[in-house]
Structures are given as C-alpha cells and as structure tokens.
C-alpha cells in the first residue's frame, strides 16, 4: 500500500484511488484461499498454482524488455509512455512479486532468505567497490549516466562478484548444517554453469530494477519515492531491486522440475 502510495504521486495520478488498490492487492496475496496449495514438488514442499508459473515468466520478458527499452531512450522518454502504462506497471510488477514471496516463504524461511539476500549482497558490494574503483578500470565510463550518474561498470561487477562469493558461502552453510534447500543450493544442483549464469541474471535483472525507479525519480525531479522511511527515502526505494528479482528467481527454480 505505501509503494503504491509513492508511486501515485511519481506518476501524478489519484493517492486514495492507489491506496484502495493496494489494499486488495495486499488481501489478493496473503488471503488463505488455496492458490499456493494445489500441487507440490516431488521433494514435498508445497508449489504455486500452476497458472503462476508462466506468470513468472511473463513478468520476466516484461520486466527484460521493459527494462532494456527505458534504459536505452533514459528519462527523457518516459513521459511519452501512455498514461495507463506508467499508471499499471508498478501495480502489477507487485502483485507478481508478493505471489513471488509468498512463493519463495513457502519453499522455507532458508530459502526466501537467500533469495532476498542476492539483491542485499549485490546493492552492498556494488556501492563498496564502485566507490574504491568506479571509472578506474573502464575508462570513466558509466553504467547509465542519464539516469543514475554514481553507478559505475566496476560496481556492477563488483555486485556479481558479492553474490557469487554469498551464494558460494550459503551452499556451503546449507550442507554443512542440513539446511532446508536455498536458492543457491537448487542451482548448484543443476551443474557450475547454471550456477553462474543464473547468479549473473539475477544480479543484472536487480540493477534493472534499481536504474528503471532512478530513471522514473528523474523524470519526476525527485530524490527520493517519499520520505516515509527518514534517512532512506520510500518503500520504493528499498524494495525497487526485488519487484523483477523474485519472480525471475522462482521462474528459474521452477524451469526443470515437475509437479506431482
């Protein structure tokens, strides 16, 4: 409800209007009214209607495609976007991503965990890294000027190289203490290359989600999605790089496995 709030007010359309809408999307993911129980995994955990599987997937392409065309044309185009789009777009991309969570909440706490904590590793090592090394190894250039001037290649690199090092430690950790299974754990599973590769798409898809809320602030002429969280700035702001990210991650545990 406080995301949609902000975000009414970045795309100057009705607050209470939003609020409401927030409020029954909030009772459409949390209500217990059988979506999340209708099939389980072979190893016993409970699995997602079968219809949010591809929802997972579209959001996926939406947010893959979505995100190359805003970041490529940068702030400037974002008004030239019909209005209903830009009033749509958060909305839906949280009510996929709270199915998402409560997807991943399901699999365990252990699981969910490290889901969230890929987009916390990538933020923390991208800032420390871009800091003592941005512009020195590519030559000054950034990852998207117009839209977030501080954001550097080194720091997007540094960001992958954060969550392989926490997804190597977690695996780790799972075996070593018979945890219920991570994020990190099902893709190890599945061979070293899978591995990398759906870290690196996962951490590219949460910088996604960072640049596409920075370029929709700028557009506005704002720092911040709010001021609800003092010293943060909004709800936006701390969940931006989660909205693609969940549903992506669930997507690729899903890919390979068969429902009972």
Same mark, same amino acid.
């Given at each position: 409800?406080?995301?949609?709030?902000?975000?009414?007010?970045?795309?100057?359309?009705?607050?209470?209007?939003?609020?409401?809408?927030?409020?029954?999307?909030?009772?459409?993911?949390?209500?217990?009214?059988?979506?999340?129980?209708?099939?389980?995994?072979?190893?016993?955990?409970?699995?997602?209607?079968?219809?949010?599987?591809?929802?997972?997937?579209?959001?996926?392409?939406?947010?893959?495609?979505?995100?190359?065309?805003?970041?490529?044309?940068?702030?400037?185009?974002?008004?030239?976007?019909?209005?209903?789009?830009?009033?749509?777009?958060?909305?839906?991309?949280?009510?996929?991503?709270?199915?998402?969570?409560?997807?991943?909440?399901?699999?365990?706490?252990?699981?969910?965990?490290?889901?969230? %904590?890929?987009?916390?590793?990538? *933020?923390?090592?991208?800032?420390? !890294?871009? &800091? /003592?090394? #941005?512009? +020195?190894? $590519?030559?000054?250039?950034?990852?998207?000027?117009?839209?977030?001037?501080?954001?550097?290649?080194?720091?997007?690199?540094?960001?992958?190289?954060?969550?392989?090092?926490?997804?190597?430690?977690?695996?780790?950790?799972?075996?070593?203490?018979?945890?219920?299974?991570?994020?990190?754990?099902?893709?190890?599973?599945?061979?070293?290359?899978?591995?990398?590769?759906?870290?690196?798409?996962?951490? %590219?898809?949460?910088?996604?989600? *960072?640049?596409?809320?920075?370029? !929709?602030? &700028? /557009?506005? #002429?704002? +720092?911040? $999605?709010?001021?609800?969280?003092?010293?943060?700035?909004?709800?936006?702001?701390?969940?931006?790089?989660?909205?693609?990210?969940?549903?992506?991650?669930?997507?690729?545990?899903?890919?390979?496995?068969?429902?009972?």
């Amino acid at each position: 409800v406080a995301a949609l709030w902000e975000w009414s007010r970045l795309v100057n359309d009705r607050r209470k209007l939003w609020m409401g809408f927030g409020a029954a999307m909030t009772w459409a993911i949390l209500s217990p009214n059988g979506l999340f129980w209708q099939a389980r995994w072979p190893d016993g955990l409970p699995q997602a209607a079968a219809w949010l599987v591809p929802l997972w997937g579209a959001a996926s392409l939406s947010w893959v495609a979505g995100g190359a065309w805003l970041l490529r044309h940068g702030p400037a185009r974002w008004p030239d976007l019909p209005q209903w789009l830009r009033q749509i777009s958060v909305p839906l991309a949280l009510l996929v991503a709270g199915y998402a969570l409560v997807q991943a909440r399901l699999r365990g706490v252990n699981f969910l965990l490290s889901a969230l %904590a890929l987009v916390w590793a990538a *933020d923390i090592a991208a800032y420390f !890294v871009g &800091r /003592a090394l #941005g512009g +020195k190894l $590519s030559g000054g250039r950034k990852l998207a000027p117009s839209i977030s001037p501080g954001k550097s290649w080194e720091g997007a690199a540094g960001g992958f190289l954060g969550v392989l090092l926490t997804a190597a430690a977690w695996t780790w950790m799972d075996r070593a203490w018979q945890l219920s299974p991570s994020l990190y754990t099902i893709f190890w599973q599945r061979g070293v290359a899978w591995f990398a590769g759906a870290l690196a798409l996962l951490t %590219a898809m949460s910088v996604v989600g *960072d640049l596409t809320e920075s370029l !929709v602030k &700028r /557009a506005a #002429g704002v +720092k911040d $999605s709010s001021r609800l969280l003092p010293g943060h700035g909004g709800v936006l702001d701390r969940i931006d790089a989660l909205l693609p990210t969940l549903p992506l991650a669930l997507l690729l545990v899903s890919i390979g496995q068969e429902v009972k």
